[in-house]
C-alpha cells in the first residue's frame, strides 16, 4: 500500500481518526491519535513529532524530541474504534539524521533484514511464532509493604468443580493437563476464539488455526501465517491487540503472561523459522531431518548463543517460572525431528519447499522485534562459523541417565542469569550494526530494574516456608 492507497482508503471508509503506532524496549505498544485531515502525501515524509523521553529506555528530556515516521504499508482499520479509525505502525527516526532510533525496535528489525542480505547468505527470512495465552474471567492483584497477592480466576479452572454458580455448576470443564483438543461444552471458549481469529482477519492477518491449548482455565492459542521478520513482529503486534480487545469485549481478560497458573503448562511462543534466496528455501536438504548444512549451522548459532538470546525471547523473570527442568519445558538446546523435549524441534512438512526449524523456548513476553532480529543474528553467526550443532537428541531428554543428562546444555533458569549472557556475549548481535552496545545496556539496565524489584519483594511461598523457623 503507498501513502495515495492510504488516502484513498481513508476517503473511502470516510475514517476521521489516524492512530500512530509503535514499540517501546519492552515490547509494549503505544499510540497517538490524529485527525486524517492531517494525513497527507507529505505526511509520508514528515511524519509526526513526539516526545521520546517519555518513554523508558530511550531518550533523555535533554534530547527528546523524535518522529514517528508511518509506514503506509501498514495501514488498516481498526475494527475496535467507536469512530472510524486507520492505524499506521511506525518507525522512530532521529530528527537529526532522518535515520532509525537505534533503540527504536522497528527500526532494529529492519537492520537485521538489511543484514541478512548484505551477508549473502539469504534474501529473506520469515518467521512464525505460535502464541499461546490465558483467557480469564477475573484477575485481582495487591502489592505493598506489608504484604503482596494476585489471583486469576476461570470458570474453566478445573479448581471450579466444586463451586456453587447461581445457575448451577455444569462440570464440563478441562482438568490439570487435560485441555487439549476437546470439543464444546469441555472447551467453553470455542466462539471467543473464533472471534479473536476473525478480528486477526479484519486487520490483515493470515488465520489459520486456533484450538484449546493443554492447561485448565482457559489456554488457547491462534497462529496466523509467517512472514518476513519485520512483517511478522507487527502482525505479533496486531495479534495481541486484538486478542486482548476481542477478550475485553466478551467481559474477559487475556494474558501472554507465561506461568500465571501454577501446576499447570505455561505459554509459550514456539517461533518457526527459515531462510530463502531467489526463491529456494535454504534449510531444506538431505541431511537429519530433511535439513540442509545451513539449516544445521544456524541451529548450531541458536543453540551456542542461546543463553544471551533468553534475554529477548524469554524476557521477564515470571519466563523462568515456565522454563523449569523436570517438568516437560522445553530447557535442553538439543534438536530433533520427532522428540518434543527438545528446544529445537524439526516439524514433518510434506513440502520440502516448507522445510523450516521450531525454537521452542521463546514466550510472548518477548519483544518480537528483538527475539526474532537475535535469533536471526545467532543463526547467521552459525551459518558464517559453521557452528554444528553435533548428534541430534532423540531420546526423551526428559528422562536421562544423569551423567548423559550433564553432557547436553540447557537455557538459562533465570532473567538475571540471562542478563549476564547476554552482557558477555553480544558481538553476534552486533554485527552489520543491528544491536549497538548503547541499546544492549540500556535494555539490560531497565530488565534489571524489574529483577531487583522481584528480589526485593517478599514472596508469600517464603512466609509459608520460613515463618515458624
Not at 486482548?244 to 501472554?256: I, P
Not at 541430534?392 to 540471562?418: F, N, Q, R
Request: glycine share 8%; with cysteine.
Amino acid at each position: 500500500m503507498t501513502p495515495a492507497d492510504v488516502l484513498k482508503l481513508i476517503s473511502e471508509k470516510e475514517a476521521k481518526f489516524a492512530d500512530l503506532r509503535f514499540t517501546d524496549t519492552i515490547g509494549k505498544e503505544h499510540h497517538v491519535t490524529i485527525p486524517t485531515r492531517l494525513v497527507d502525501e507529505g505526511f509520508f515524509k514528515d511524519g509526526k513529532m513526539f516526545d521520546g523521553s517519555s518513554i523508558a529506555g530511550w531518550k533523555g528530556i535533554n534530547e527528546s524530541d523524535m518522529i514517528l515516521m508511518p509506514d503506509p504499508a501498514t495501514a488498516v482499520i481498526d475494527p475496535f474504534y467507536e469512530e472510524t479509525t486507520v492505524d499506521l505502525r511506525c518507525d522512530v527516526i532521529e530528527p537529526m539524521t532522518m535515520q532509525g532510533y537505534e533503540r527504536d525496535p522497528r527500526s532494529l528489525a529492519k537492520r537485521a533484514e538489511a543484514y541478512l542480505r548484505s551477508s549473502g547468505i539469504a534474501d529473506s527470512a520469515l518467521f512464525g511464532p505460535e502464541n499461546e495465552f490465558f483467557i480469564f474471567d477475573n484477575v485481582t492483584v495487591s502489592s505493598g509493604m506489608n504484604g503482596c497477592a494476585y489471583e486469576v480466576d476461570s470458570y474453566e479452572g478445573s479448581w471450579n468443580s466444586g463451586k456453587t454458580y447461581e445457575d448451577g455448576n455444569k462440570g464440563h470443564r478441562p482438568g490439570i493437563k487435560g485441555g487439549y483438543f476437546p470439543v464444546p461444552p469441555v472447551d467453553s471458549q470455542q466462539d471467543i476464539r473464533t472471534a479473536m481469529s476473525m478480528a486477526c482477519e479484519e486487520m490483515g492477518l493470515k488465520f489459520e488455526v486456533h484450538h484449546h491449548e493443554v492447561a485448565t482455565s482457559g489456554q488457547g492459542e491462534i497462529n496466523v501465517a509467517a512472514n518476513t521478520l519485520t512483517k511478522k513482529a507487527d502482525e505479533v503486534q496486531i495479534l495481541k491487540y486484538a486478542l486482548q480487545n476481542v477478550a475485553h469485549g466478551y467481559g474477559k481478560t487475556l494474558t501472554f503472561m507465561p506461568k500465571p497458573i501454577v501446576g499447570d503448562n505455561g505459554s509459550g511462543m514456539h517461533v518457526h523459522q527459515s531462510l530463502q534466496k531467489e526463491g529456494k528455501a535454504l534449510f531444506a536438504g538431505d541431511k537429519y531431518g530433511g535439513l540442509s548444512d545451513i539449516a544445521l549451522y544456524y541451529i548450531g548459532g541458536i543453540i551456542k548463543h542461546a543463553r544471551a538470546i533468553n534475554a529477548f525471547t524469554n524476557a521477564s523473570t515470571n519466563s523462568y517460572k515456565r522454563l523449569v527442568p523436570g517438568f516437560e519445558a522445553p530447557v535442553k538446546l538439543a534438536y530433533s525431528a520427532r522428540n518434543r523435549s527438545a528446544s529445537i524441534r524439526i516439524p514433518w512438512i510434506a513440502n520440502p519447499k516448507g522445510r523450516r526449524i521450531e525454537v521452542r523456548f521463546p514466550d510472548a513476553t518477548a519483544n518480537p522485534y528483538f527475539a526474532f532480529a537475535s535469533m536471526l543474528l545467532a543463526g547467521i553467526d552459525g551459518i558464517q562459523n559453521k557452528i554444528h550443532p553435533g548428534e541430534p537428541g532423540d531420546k526423551d531428554l526428559y528422562d536421562l541417565e544423569p551423567e548423559e543428562d550433564k553432557k547436553i546444555p540447557t537455557v538459562c533458569h533465570s532473567l538475571d542469569m540471562a542478563l549476564d549472557y547476554l552482557d558477555k556475549d553480544r558481538g553476534f548481535l552486533k554485527a552489520g550494526g543491528v544491536f549497538t552496545d548503547d541499546l544492549i545496556d540500556a535494555y539490560i539496565e531497565l530488565k534489571m530494574k524489574e529483577v531487583t524489584r522481584v528480589r526485593m519483594t517478599t514472596h508469600p511461598i517464603e512466609v509459608e516456608m520460613y515463618y515458624s523457623l
